[in-house]
């Protein structure tokens, strides 16, 4: 990840959500760059500064590109876990990226505000409990 500008943080979930969220993470770019995304299985939760991307389960390897220098932080879920928050079908969005219109969940539309009202990794993770 170093060669090309980023790095990464990331947390385990606390007690509550361990058997469906994996972690949290944040990318840091130190300039517009690829992301690499690797099949995992999981699903993910993308959340920058102007808003969020809902990842379904992605079937081959990829770059996301990240246009602006600056962090992205992420929710990244069990398999099959996100319907345990959201009525969705996640065979619907397999190898797909979606706006959180998506999830039809009003307070979800502005989580990247309350999550960027914070300063550090830790809080924002804090949030997401």
């Not at 469906?20 to 690797?38: D, E, G, K």
């Not at 590109?65 to 319907?83: K, S, V, W």
């Not at 797909?96 to 990794?121: P, R």
Request: with cysteine.
């Amino acid at each position: 990840m170093q060669r090309f500008g980023l790095t990464l943080e990331q947390a385990t979930s606390g007690q509550c959500l361990e058997r469906f969220v994996h972690s949290y993470l944040q990318i840091n770019a130190v300039r517009p760059t690829p992301y690499p995304v690797v099949p995992d299985a999981t699903q993910a939760i993308y959340i920058g500064l102007n808003g969020s991307l809902v990842s379904g389960t992605q079937q081959q390897a990829h770059d996301v590109q990240l246009f602006e220098p600056g962090q992205c932080f992420g929710i990244r879920f069990y398999p099959g876990a996100l319907r345990h928050f959201f009525d969705l079908n996640l065979q619907e969005i397999t190898n797909e990226f979606v706006d959180t219109a998506f999830l039809h969940c009003g307070n979800f539309a502005s989580l990247h505000q309350k999550i960027y009202i914070q300063t550090s990794f830790e809080q924002r993770a804090n949030i997401c409990e």
